[in-house]
């Protein structure tokens, strides 16, 4: 089944303890993309990659890294994690056509406390 | 800056009814998609629309796009409560492939 899969779906954390949220995708798409999803503010996009060792950032880097050293894995780490990173966390993928849809995880939400 | 207005922000309405929502931009965009997403879970693509004044439809669900590339419309035809969940709106600009996401229209149909 052609799918992207986050890991871990729920994740509770204290302040300053480093953390790596997974995705990883089945479809060979060259495009991967990590959001972010507020109540009132919508997704936003935090980093995305247009292809393997290729990143770059989005509306809503900071506090955040990334690493395309494969195609098929986007990880998402949180060096310093703080409250404010309290959300719910989604992986898309797509190919690089015009057009093309997102296919998108679902999801992981993140507590930090 | 948001790119893209979507309105309502709120609707709910009972089985049967019928409903549109809109997507609004000064932007113009090479297409435009829309996608639900359901409590706990992940945005699901329901269609591209790319040409101006495209019309597509989805069984009860007729979406729109205007002729100028600059807005979309989803119309759905006695709403049934499956179709509960939140409607966005994602427009490509031209020469990119990135969409700018708008924030949504939470749709909920009562029995």
């Known amino acids: 089944e052609a799918q992207v899969t986050q890991n871990p779906r729920y994740l509770i954390t204290v302040t300053g303890k480093k953390l790596t949220v997974t995705c990883s995708q089945n479809m060979n798409h060259e495009y991967m993309s990590w959001y972010r999803q507020d109540p009132g503010l919508g997704l936003r996009q935090i980093y995305y990659?247009?292809?393997?060792?290729?990143?770059d950032k989005g509306d809503v880097p900071e506090g955040y890294k990334v690493s395309r050293k494969e195609k098929r894995n986007f990880p998402l780490i949180l060096e310093s994690p703080s409250p404010n990173q309290t959300s719910l966390y989604f992986c898309?993928?797509?190919?690089?056509?015009?057009?093309?849809?997102?296919?998108f995880g679902s999801g992981t939400r993140l507590t930090v406390v | 800056t948001q790119l893209l207005e979507q309105s309502p922000q709120f609707l709910s309405i009972q089985e049967g009814e019928n409903l549109t929502v809109y997507c609004n931009s000064s932007?113009?965009?090479?297409?435009l998609q829309w996608y639900r997403q359901e409590p706990g879970e992940g945005p699901v693509l329901l269609v591209t629309?790319?040409?101006?004044?495209e019309v597509k439809k989805l069984k009860r669900l007729t979406f729109q796009f205007g002729d100028a590339r600059k807005d979309s419309s989803l119309h759905i035809t006695a709403a049934q409560t499956g179709d509960t969940g939140l409607y966005l709106c994602a427009g490509i600009p031209g020469g990119s492939y990135i969409p700018t996401f708008g924030r949504g229209t939470s749709l909920i149909v009562h029995p």
């Open positions: 629309v790319v040409t101006g004044g």
């Open positions: 932007s113009v965009f090479s297409s």
């Open positions: 990659s247009m292809n393997v060792e290729v990143t």
């Open positions: 898309a993928s797509s190919f690089r056509r015009t057009g093309d849809g997102y296919t």
